[in-house]
């Protein structure tokens, strides 16, 4: 088979968060590695998706370069020992185990959140990418856009996409409602542990402009804001920040006790609304704020009773979500099959042609301009005649896998290769 989709990387269910921070890579680590991919392995097609909870590579070669690509990935990174990385690299060397996988990785069915909406967007991105590395060819570019065909039926045709199924998503969504009525609002993130990391990620896949992160460790705040350009706060000066600019506060601060008091929200006029959203456990944010004239507070109690019934919805919808990727990868398959025998397709048309230019040739010396048009029309039209069941045929036995002994068969007949070399010369 000329097209041979494998994986290989890590996930959240294969490694814990260290090593995926180790080998998490930005868009330019992404291109850098799709860039190595193609000089030192000779890949021509590839896809790299690097989120908080996996790094992966789906390629397409007829080898399996599981151990060989991780050693790159660790390379890109520039880690003292890649080999060491690479061993924990793990693969799909299966075609159709490799494609499926990328289906249910795409709709969200192997998310850490079942559903989570924000798979489709990085996928879309890391597709983006290897296009404009150069590395996605007829075959990814079909894959990619069955792949986004089946995520609008399922977002049409099941309740899979309902709600927010995560406490981060949840929280994102929440400040885009309060914020409709606000020029580009003022978000300050408190906290950046997994969920305040989430968070910052899903606002700005919102498209909010004006977001402030703060964090007790500097470093990390800075890197995080590197790596997704916004603005950081030191933690000190975050609560000056928050009483005179911020319109919504998303707290994720781990505390004994409350970081952001009653007494203290009390301390400084509020000129319409302050919204908080308190993602901490114990609480960070004192429910008492509430009771205050211009403040409204959302806690982790009524978020998560929110997630949990959009996660209910999206669990019952996943058979069916299952039956729309059976039909689209079954529809994707038929067309890949096909795309194997098409240079012969080629091939034969190709030796048709040249048999039909050779005999206008020696019978069109004498022939008038009226004549030679219709001996044009006629041979034309013979040869798509011929070319006809020849195709039919091979396209059926493409879906029941018999494709390459007709391919022999015609290959033989009309020793389509010598055809191929004379037309060269």
Not at 141 to 167: P, W
Not at 265 to 277: E, L, T
Not at 403 to 416: T, Y
Request: glycine residues 4%.
């Amino acid at each position: 088979m000329v097209n041979q989709i494998k994986v290989t990387g890590i996930s959240h269910k294969s490694a814990e968060i260290d090593l995926r921070e180790i080998v998490a890579l930005n868009e330019q680590g992404c291109k850098t590695l799709l860039f190595e991919l193609k000089e030192k392995l000779g890949i021509n097609e590839a896809l790299v998706l690097s989120t908080c909870n996996r790094t992966e590579v789906y390629y397409n070669h007829s080898k399996d370069l599981t151990f060989e690509i991780g050693r790159i990935v660790g390379l890109v990174k520039h880690l003292p020992n890649p080999c060491s990385v690479a061993q924990k690299f793990t693969g799909i060397t299966n075609h159709h185990e490799a494609v499926h996988y990328l289906f249910q990785i795409s709709m969200g069915l192997e998310s850490k959140v079942v559903g989570d909406i924000q798979i489709s967007n990085q996928v879309k991105k890391a597709y983006q990418w290897a296009c404009d590395e150069n590395m996605a060819g007829p075959f990814l570019h079909r894959l990619m856009h069955t792949i986004f065909y089946c995520n609008k039926r399922v977002s049409q045709e099941t309740a899979f996409r309902d709600g927010a199924a995560s406490v981060s998503y949840a929280a994102s969504e929440i400040a885009e409602n309060l914020t409709t009525q606000i020029v580009n609002p003022k978000i300050l993130v408190l906290g950046l542990g997994e969920i305040g990391e989430d968070v910052t990620k899903n606002l700005v896949d919102a498209g909010f402009q004006e977001i402030y992160i703060s964090n007790r460790t500097e470093s990390k705040a800075s890197k995080l804001a590197d790596e997704l350009n916004v603005k950081t706060l030191p933690f000190e000066s975050a609560k000056k920040f928050l009483a005179e600019e911020a319109d919504v506060i998303i707290s994720s601060v781990a505390m004994d006790k409350p970081f952001i008091t009653a007494d203290f929200v009390r301390s400084f006029p509020i000129h319409g609304y302050k919204h908080f959203i308190d993602l901490s456990v114990p609480r960070s944010i004192e429910l008492e704020i509430e009771n205050i004239s211009g403040a409204t507070l959302h806690n982790i109690d009524n978020i998560t009773a929110t997630t949990n019934k959009a996660l209910d919805k999206r669990i019952k919808a996943i058979p069916m979500v299952k039956e729309i990727i059976v039909e689209c990868q079954a529809e994707f398959m038929n067309w890949s099959k096909e795309m194997v025998v098409s240079p012969t397709i080629k091939k034969m048309k190709n030796a048709l042609e040249q048999i039909r230019q050779q005999e206008l040739t020696r019978y069109l010396k004498n022939a008038s301009d009226e004549e030679a048009k219709m001996m044009e029309k006629v041979t034309k039209s013979m040869v798509q005649r011929i070319m006809k069941l020849p195709v039919l045929q091979l396209k059926a036995a493409c879906k029941r896998d018999e494709a390459d002994q007709i391919v022999d068969v015609l290959n033989d007949l009309f020793d389509l290769e010598k055809s191929q070399e004379l037309i060269k010369k």
